[in-house]
């Protein structure tokens, strides 16, 4: 049986040897995680699929950046820093990044070297356990200010736990710069069945099957029904489930945004269906 998990590169984009960095954090319930932990080696071979995810630098790179973590979150800003590093960035980049102790924060030499060789790098380290830190506490508004008072002319790129997912978004939204906010999750973003929604039927037209719209994802309506649709990270990041809704109107759990043209192209594992849909699959 094969098990598939989605995990971002630490690595910069101008890796020199052709390598690429994985940080995998063992979790108590992670069969993938655990498994790795106690079997990785030296001519272990893992199936790999090409990079997949929008949560990227601009080509254009900023004059100013602010990279937000915690946690194991750090991975994919990590690689963003490291990037902008190797490709001799003289804008000016602050990496906050959130832990429970020192002890928690993973690349911490990496980053201290980092921010020592590089004038135009200013680390920041937020505990939320203990006194020590640059900042001390959960994201708030006088952390981002303390952080980055430029904020609001520029983008910020944020990984981490739910928690603090949710607390950056408060903050940015209630300051008017939700646009500026680039995020990636990796925990699925809590899904609440409108009753409004749950009506209708789902058709999965390639299938032959019809079903009660139950108000969940249509991935897990699809596979309730007894299908096997093509998934992967299950929280809208890889684009692996994506598939054509031909007709209907469905909503993103993520941010609410609704999708009603015909004959569109939809990520199936964060789309409910508002009503009757039918979808290609």
Not at 218 to 242: D, N, S, V, Y
């Amino acid at each position: 049986m094969r098990h598939t998990r989605y995990y971002s590169p630490a690595t910069s984009e101008r890796s020199r040897d052709g390598r690429f960095e994985l940080t995998v954090k063992a979790h108590d319930s992670g069969r993938v995680s655990r498994w790795l932990h106690a079997n990785a080696r030296r001519g272990l071979v893992l199936h790999l699929s090409p990079a997949e995810g929008e949560f990227t630098l601009p080509t254009t790179r900023p004059d100013r950046v602010l990279l937000v973590s915690g946690g194991s979150g750090i991975t994919p800003v990590m690689s963003m820093l490291r990037t902008l590093t190797d490709e001799g960035h003289h804008g000016e980049i602050v990496f906050l990044h959130y832990a429970y102790t020192e002890a928690d924060v993973p690349y911490l030499n990496a980053l201290r070297e980092l921010a020592a060789r590089h004038d135009n790098v200013r680390l920041l380290l937020a505990y939320t356990d203990v006194e020590g830190g640059d900042l001390h506490g959960f994201f708030t508004e006088e952390h981002l200010r303390a952080a980055a008072p430029w904020f609001a002319e520029t983008d910020t790129y944020l990984c981490g736990p739910p928690g603090l997912m949710a607390g950056a978004r408060q903050v940015f939204d209630r300051l008017g710069v939700a646009h500026r906010l680039r995020t990636e999750d990796f925990a699925p973003p809590p899904i609440t069945v409108d009753a409004e929604d749950a009506t209708g039927e789902v058709t999965f037209g390639r299938s032959a099957t019809t079903a009660p719209n139950s108000g969940r994802t249509l991935l897990e309506q699809a596979e309730a029904a007894g299908l096997k649709p093509e998934f992967g990270c299950r929280m809208g990041i890889c684009f692996t489930c994506t598939s054509v809704k031909t007709s209907g109107c469905t909503r993103d759990v993520r941010n609410g945004e609704l999708s009603t043209d015909p004959e569109e192209e939809i990520q199936i594992c964060v789309s409910v269906p508002v009503g009757d849909v039918a979808i290609d699959i």
